[in-house]
């Protein structure tokens, strides 16, 4: 019987120091926040978060499983030529911001050390991004990542110093 228990025992605590980094990672993704609530959060994206509001995109943001976002900051938004913003967030111009918007976004969580072998990608307004590495500088379109890898629970996001715009012209 005393066997028996030690025997359990042992096996249990085998079972939990096998177990506890799944269960460590588990928790820490589940207290993540959501790649929306994530650029919410961060000042510098509020300029961005306004914008998806606008363009009604961030449940589908939320819900679409890993992705990764190439994200412009406030000063991004801000050297955008006089008035750009103001139309894009025209209810009358919802598709045209959605489509600047998903321009931004790949499918997928694409780490740095993930972009370093890349030269494009495919975003989800469906038009590729040119993605190009020189030494520690990685470029998105005519774009600088300026901070890589903010983790989200549901991807990543790489801060770029620009608006990128699709080739369709806005």
């Given amino acids: 019987m005393k066997t028996s228990y030690i025997a359990s025992a ?12 799944a269960m460590a990672n588990h928790h820490k993704d ?11 959060s961060n000042p510098q994206f509020s300029t ?20 990764t976002v190439f994200a412009p900051t406030n000063e991004a938004f801000e050297a955008l030529p006089s008035g750009k913003l103001d139309m894009l967030l025209k209810p009358e111009n919802k598709e045209k911001l959605i ?14 050390s993930d972009v370093m072998d890349m030269d494009s990608a495919t975003s989800l307004e469906g038009s590729d991004i040119h ?16 901070k890589a890898d903010v983790k989200a629970s549901n991807g990543v996001i790489h ?12």
């Fill in 10 to 21: 042992a096996f249990t605590a085998v079972a939990l120091t096998l177990a506890a980094p």
């Fill in 131 to 146: 993605i190009s590495v020189d030494g520690d500088t990685v470029m998105v379109n005519d774009a600088t990542v300026i």
């Fill in 48 to 67: 961005l978060a306004t914008a998806i509001q606008a363009a009604g995109i961030g449940d589908t943001l939320k819900d679409s499983g890993d992705l």
């Fill in 159 to 170: 801060a770029i110093d620009k608006v990128i715009m699709p080739k369709k012209r806005y």
């Fill in 99 to 112: 489509d600047v918007l998903t321009y931004h976004v790949v499918e997928g969580k694409v780490m740095a």
């Fill in 30 to 40: 589940k207290d993540m926040m959501d790649i929306v609530a994530t650029a919410k």
